[in-house]
């Protein structure tokens, strides 16, 4: 029942991106093109949403009669899927609603509507399919149709580029999961996963199987060091499509990870809990640092979100160390943090987003060091971007600090490991885990500040107004939501014990009998947390020291220039720029990170040119990693060239010489 | 009727840690001001200064908006909040349990981060460089503070810090040496997020010297006295956790009567008098550092904290 | 064994890993040789314990000898030496003050993760004891390559004597003998780097290690 539905929102999906192809030359059809996919999103959602509620057996399948003629195409509908959908439509929702109001200022209509509602289609059928072939399929359905939209304005310098290394960063992850569903299918070629959930894979061939998907999945969500196509790609989007490709394109992602390794494969091994950690752990505190250095509002965030994919994943591999260890209970606790931060993430990264692309639209400026001041020309952007900020800030009362809270709390539960490297590794990780969420504050105290507080650095930072009512109700939508899954956590905890109850076997304590809304992830000896509470008492707190102080104090105000210690100056260049904000951190991180290098070039007295400062950076995987693998594929690749310009006698004596090494191979084996 | 008297007991320490702040800054700056052969300022100086404060016009710049009209009562009731959860004469009261360490660490880091968003807010070059500095700070100072309170939990089985203060009354602990690394660490983080020297100086005029002190160059009258009190209450946080953790004699348990109360309010008072006497004298015995050689201060905190985290696992054998 | 024997043998053998800490982070010419007295005191503190506890009379000896050669003697010496060589004053710059901490610390987790499981049968103090003096002797070595200047690295090689005298201590039964040829052997040594270091900086007014390199005469 809630499957057909399911499908039936996807298929509408499909259709609208049809017509949109006719329709789209006109800019009037963008509201009916964006008002279509929010029903069909905002359906998908509920749906989703009432079935992971619902008590009772959650799995129902379905078989479709298209696709390989062998196989079809088996669609399912279990908790992982379930909440998965919702938070995909959330996503996809919001950025409808988002795109009823941005899309009215789209410059190529034709080259962004029909692939929207396709892109949204593609990943709610990736998260229902059920085989490996539809799997793929869908798979690579999305990354084409979120391709298309980044080159959505390929004439703007940098597209292009980013475009040709997201589509190459994306076939070869696809690469890497044929492969993956290749060993998983085993000789016998079951490609439907519920053949493949009954084989078991040996130990070497798991291991494989995990790097494999590590490659392939943890390319499209954005490890380090697969996470360089992020930053170029999300940006050059439109930016509700950034946002849906940061928010929740990389929760495809996760869930394609959380379906092979924690559904698909057998039983873990313990170094699978030493792997996957350590590369979250690396992600998270490399992200966060690639941000700090950024400037452009748009590279930061998707850089950030390298940061908390890097979070998500060190959630998963914690549950793999606790599963390989069969402490069920730990397993859970650590599946249900990387999973409610799955769903914190794609709600603050895609309010983020927004903002940013308010400010875009209303100004024609991504660079921070050219904004300023937008508090005052766009103050409701500004509150949201603010709630935003805060919330993946990990902040109490917000949701981004109940799921760091959850992963600390299943760090803490390491001494019960057996194995000595994993007793050490996992308090390392939380030392990482704890630096990068310091870090994510200082960088968004930078984004925030430097674009909306302070003095405008910019004619077009002066002139700003406020963004359209459906933008904003979009962003508001996601804000309400920040606080309340930080309030009231309980309920998002046990809406997802069906789905670790299903991939780990076991579930944290139901949370609805607790006295005042408190949490309890373990035990109440142990530690709780009770984000009502500490709201209500911040807001009295506030409130009375308010009404004592306006009462019996003064009240009295009065404006006047800024005080700057006696030397006010009239321009507003020098005020902090982004840059010299992160300078410290620069100095103290970078320096070793990035090989971060300054020079200050000064004329010499007397000399009226300007001084010059230069920051260079490093980005030791890029050059580690891909220059040295993409000029080794120029050199094969041209010296391979050669085979096109043979001559006749060459070709011959080429198919000679296979014949009698093929004879020779048969002779031998004979 | 438990549930009422528990209530109006952590009412009392709510009110009771705002009331002691202030005269906690007094007394170390009193202390201060005597060993450098002053005569010092009166032990409540602090009240009045406030009082003075709370009754001026706020000056506001043209150029500040509602973040920084507002910062200043969120950094307040965040900062009372935090320091209302840390047990001070009684453990195991009824608003202890909404929060643990970690929150707590957390409460004070959205202290912070309002702080240093109001400092951007009127855009001046003072307020962007207290800002930027702080970030720093921070960014090693909460890490270390959170490998301490590992190391605390690891070794407690909870991170409410009752619990951890039970823990540490009960007989099993014994001299451990993650304890004691533990303890450095807290103190130089300490140190450091209340703009003490060597990081920090609290009386200073020197702008490149500020980091606390110039975030908050721009704020006045209400706003100034609100900061001020929660920077007063920040100390007495960490002053209380020290104590509350590494010498909890003397704290009540939950339930006791109120005699018992007032004598562990007497005690709890001795050891904050001890504390800031420690404090004066360290910092004067001490001068305070460059800024970048604070990131290699914090480091070595940061260091400790995890070097305890990493010992506890030796200690634990058999 | 009594909890409280145990616990304070542990606070020295942790004490040791702090101080081989505090000697890699120093950059002072004469704080390395103070931090290397206090390395001394807290190695010759612990034997003194393991005396005690282990009812060994003759460690107190060994003891005793720590502290009076390794804790006075030797820093005073060095204190002269590197008063008359001139470099009482230097700040040595410590390449990468952080990248050696964490390499420090992976250190110890790595000797604890060595010495922990393979003597899983012994008593826990020789355990902890062994764990940590590894540890120490592995810091000794960092700081001997991760220094240019030749006092430190001096320095660095007697800490790790100082490891391996906490190890022989934590196990039972170390002759005394062996001892004393120990730090006879040591006391020798010094003497002699001390004359070394003299006629090079004679020869070539520096003891950096660097600029001797040059002069090998293997480079072209």
């Known amino acids: ?465 406020e963004t359209d009512a459906w933008s904003l109700a979009a962003m508001f939508v996601l804000v309400a939501l920040c606080l309340v899954a930080g309030i009231l956590p309980g309920y998002f905890i046990d809406a997802l014990s069906p789905v670790t109850q299903a991939l780990v076997g076991a579930h944290v304590p139901r949370q609805e009998e607790r006295n005042w809304l408190m949490i309890v992830p373990i035990a109440e000896s142990r530690s709780s947390y009770n984000g009502l509470m500490l709201f209500a008492f911040i807001a009295l707190a506030a409130l009375s020291a308010t009404y004592v102080i306006h009462r019996w104090a003064s009240a009295a105000t009065r404006r006047s220039p800024p005080w700057d210690c006696g030397f006010p100056d009239a321009s507003p260049l020098t005020q902090y720029t982004a840059g010299s904000f992160s300078q410290p951190i620069r100095k103290v991180f970078g320096s070793v990170v990035f090989r971060a290098r300054e020079e200050v070039h000064i004329p010499a007295p007397g000399d009226a040119r300007a001084a010059r400062f230069h920051v260079s950076l490093r980005d030791v995987p890029w050059d580690v990693l891909y220059v040295p693998t993409a000029s080794f594929v120029n050199f094969t690749a041209r010296h391979l060239n050669k085979v096109q310009f043979l001559t006749i006698r060459a070709y011959l004596s080429l198919v000679f010489a296979a014949l009698v090494v093929l004879l020779i191979v048969l002779a031998i084996w004979q | 009727m438990a549930v009422a008297l528990d209530a109006v007991v952590q009412l009392g320490q709510l009110l009771l840690v705002l009331a002691l702040a202030p005269l906690l800054t007094g007394y170390v700056r009193r202390v201060k001001a005597r060993l450098l052969r002053r005569q010092g300022p009166p032990l409540i100086q602090p009240y009045r200064d406030l009082y003075r404060l709370l009754r001026k016009e706020v000056v506001l710049a043209h150029t500040a908006s509602w973040v920084f009209r507002v910062a200043p009562y969120l950094i307040f009731a965040t900062t009372w909040v935090a320091a209302a959860l840390v047990p001070t004469f009684a453990s195991g009261l009824v608003f202890s349990y909404a929060a643990d360490m970690i929150a707590i660490v957390a409460l004070l880091g959205s202290a912070r981060f309002m702080l240093a968003l109001a400092a951007l807010d009127v855009g001046t070059s003072f307020g962007g460089i207290g800002s930027s500095r702080e970030m720093m700070i921070a960014s090693l100072a909460e890490p270390a503070m959170l490998m301490v309170v590992f190391t605390l939990s690891l070794l407690a089985g909870s991170t409410q810090l009752s619990s951890i203060a039970a823990f540490m009354q009960g007989p099993g602990i014994g001299l451990r040496v993650s304890l004691a690394l533990a303890l450095v660490g807290l103190i130089m983080v300490a140190i450091a997020e209340n703009a003490r020297i060597p990081v920090d100086n609290p009386t200073t005029h020197l702008e490149l010297t500020m980091v606390h002190e110039a975030m908050i160059l721009e704020y006045s009258g209400r706003h100034l006295a609100l900061i001020e009190a929660a920077s007063h209450l920040k100390l007495l946080l960490y002053l209380s956790v020290v104590a509350c953790v590494f010498v909890p004699l003397g704290i009540a348990a939950s339930g006791q009567g109120p005699t018992a109360y007032l004598a562990a309010l007497a005690v709890y008072v001795a050891k904050l008098a001890a504390g800031g006497f420690l404090l004066a004298v360290f910092e004067t015995a001490i001068a305070k550092m460059r800024v970048f050689r604070v990131s290699d201060f914090l480091g070595a905190a940061l260091m400790l904290g995890f070097l305890a985290t990493l010992l506890l696992f030796v200690s634990r054998v058999a | 064994m009594d909890q409280l024997a145990l616990d304070v043998a542990h606070m020295f053998a942790g004490g040791l890993v702090l101080v081989s800490f505090m000697l890699l982070y120093q950059d002072r010419m004469s704080g390395i040789v103070n931090i290397f007295a206090l390395h001394a005191l807290v190695v010759s503190l612990s034997v003194a314990w393991q005396a005690y506890i282990q009812l060994a009379p003759h460690l107190y000896i060994t003891a005793t000898i720590a502290l009076v050669v390794k804790a006075i003697v030797i820093p005073v010496a060095l204190h002269r030496i590197i008063v008359r060589l001139g470099i009482h004053r230097t700040i040595e710059p410590v390449v990468g003050v952080g990248l050696t901490m964490l390499a420090g610390i992976g250190l110890v987790a790595l000797s604890i993760m060595v010495m922990l499981p393979i003597t899983a049968e012994a008593g826990t103090l020789a355990r902890e004891d062994l764990a940590f003096a590894l540890s120490v002797i592995l810091l000794g070595l960092l700081m001997m390559i991760s220094r240019r200047n030749a006092v430190s690295q001096v320095i660095g090689f007697m800490s790790i004597e100082n490891g391996l005298i906490l190890a022989a201590t934590g196990a039972k039964g170390m002759p005394l003998v062996v001892e004393i040829s120990v730090a006879f052997s040591i006391l020798i040594a010094l003497i002699v780097i001390g004359i070394f270091l003299f006629r090079i900086r004679e020869r070539f007014d520096s003891v950096d290690i660097h600029l001797l390199h040059e002069h090998r005469g293997e480079q072209p």
């Open chain 1, 1 to 465: 029942m809630a499957l057909e539905a399911l499908l039936w929102c996807a298929a509408a999906l499909l259709g609208t991106s049809v017509a949109a192809v006719a329709a789209a030359r006109h800019r009037a059809a963008s509201a009916p093109v964006y008002g279509v996919a929010l029903c069909a999103s905002a359906a998908a959602m509920l749906v989703a949403g009432r079935s992971l509620v619902t008590a009772g057996p959650l799995a129902s399948a379905l078989l479709l009669p298209v696709g390989l003629p062998w196989l079809g195409a088996h669609f399912r509908l279990d908790a992982l899927a379930a909440f998965f959908l919702l938070v995909v439509n959330l996503g996809g929702a919001t950025a409808s609603l988002y795109g009823l109001g941005y899309g009215r200022h789209e410059e190529a209509p034709a080259r962004v509507l029909p692939f929207f509602p396709a892109f949204l289609a593609g990943m709610n059928l990736v998260v229902l399919a059920d085989d490996a072939f539809t799997f793929l399929f869908t798979w690579e359905f999305m990354s084409l149709s979120s391709w298309a939209l980044v080159m959505a304005h390929h004439r703007r310098p940098g597209n292009a580029v980013a475009g040709y290394i997201y589509l190459l960063m994306a076939s070869f992850g696809t690469l890497a999961l044929l492969l993956a569903f290749g060993l998983l299918a085993g000789p016998a070629g079951g490609y439907a996963f519920d053949a493949i959930r009954d084989s078991a894979p040996s130990a070497s061939v798991s291991g494989t199987v995990l790097a494999l998907a590590l490659v392939g999945a943890g390319s499209k969500a954005g490890l380090v060091p697969l996470h360089v196509w992020l930053p170029l790609a999300h940006p050059a989007a439109p930016s509700h499509v950034s946002a849906l490709m940061s928010g929740v394109m990389t929760k495809v992602a996760v869930y394609g990870f959380v379906r092979v390794v924690f559904d698909l494969l057998g039983e873990p091994s313990w170094w699978w809990g030493a792997l996957v950690p350590f590369l979250g752990g690396v992600t998270a505190v490399m992200g966060v640092l690639y941000a700090l250095m950024e400037h452009d509002l748009k590279r930061l965030l998707a850089y950030h979100t390298v940061e908390n994919i890097g979070i998500i994943f060190i959630g998963l591999g914690l549950a793999l160390a606790f599963q390989a260890n069969d402490m069920q209970g730990a397993a859970a606790l650590a599946l249900t943090a990387a999973l409610f931060h799955v769903f914190n993430h794609s709600v603050f990264k895609s309010l983020l987003f927004f903002g940013a692309g308010a400010v875009l639209m209303r100004t024609g400026e991504r660079d921070m060091e050219h904004l300023g001041g937008l508090i005052h020309r766009m103050p409701y952007t500004a509150f949201a971007f603010l709630i935003g900020s805060a919330a993946i800030s990990a902040l109490p009362p917000f949701n981004g600090f109940v799921s760091e809270w959850l992963t600390f709390q299943a760090i803490l539960l390491s001494p019960a490991l057996p194995q000595w490297s994993l007793k050490f590794l996992v308090p390392a990780i939380g030392a990482l885990l704890a630096l990068s969420a310091a870090l994510a504050a200082a960088c968004f105290v930078k984004a925030f500040g430097v674009t909306f507080l302070g003095r405008p650095r910019s004619q077009v930072a002066r002139d700003a107004t």
